[in-house]
């Protein structure tokens, strides 16, 4: 069973990426900023809360995530490899799945860092907020996606540090196929790393 975790700041690629994998490795694809919209677009008591904090570019409530992808998770069928798409993104999160992964004697998934610099984030990020319709992708909101992602989701890397679990990190500019190429090389090379 292979896992992985597909991390970076927004607009890194890791919708576009995350698919192109799952479809390459056979995974389950599960992206939380999905679950997230889904769970709005139903108008559950919830949805008000959840889009008012995704508006402004703010995380939602761990608590909240860690249930809603975990009831998710239960959901599924079969026992195919996962990739999450947007998870973990606090140290709590990373914690709390690595807990539940070892709960369920699952194999620590490896965290894929993509990484782009944020000119070209910002950049990419108002191209796509022509056609999104996404609250949360014009200039203000994506300013503050960055300070968020440095601030509460960078220490993600930090926890796969301190606790030696697997990680690589991939160049995420370039044409879509050559990032995906690049991908499937480190993980490939960690898969073979781990059959040793
Ligand atoms: P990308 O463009 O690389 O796909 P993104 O940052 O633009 O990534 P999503 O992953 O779709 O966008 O997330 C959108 C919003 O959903 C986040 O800004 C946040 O408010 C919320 N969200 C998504 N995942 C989580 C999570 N794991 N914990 C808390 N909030 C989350
Ligand atoms: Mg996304």
Not at 24 to 44: M, P
């Amino acid at each position: 069973m292979l896992n992985l975790l597909l991390f970076g700041p927004p607009g890194s690629g890791k919708g576009t990426q995350s698919e192109l994998l799952a479809e390459h490795y056979g995974l389950e694809h599960i992206s939380t900023g999905d679950l997230l919209r889904e769970e709005v677009a139903k108008g559950t008591e919830l949805s008000q809360d959840i889009e008012a904090l995704i508006s402004v570019g703010k995380l939602v409530p761990d608590h909240l995530i860690l249930d809603l992808l975990f009831k998710h998770i239960n959901q599924m069928d079969g026992k195919k490899g996962l990739i999450l798409d947007g998870f973990p993104r606090t140290y709590h999160q990373a914690e709390e799945l690595v807990k539940e992964f070892n709960a369920r004697q699952w194999p620590i998934p490896l965290l894929v860092a993509l990484d782009v610099e944020e000119e070209e984030l910002l950049e990419r990020l108002l191209e796509r907020g022509k056609v999104s319709g996404r609250s949360d992708d014009h200039e203000e909101t994506i300013r503050g996606r960055f300070k968020v992602y440095h601030e509460q989701s960078e220490p993600v890397i930090q926890f796969f540090k301190e606790s030696h679990s697997p990680m690589i990190e991939i160049d995420g500019v370039g044409a879509i196929d050559e990032v995906t190429a690049n991908l499937i090389r480190g993980i490939d090379q960690f898969i073979k790393e781990s059959n040793n």
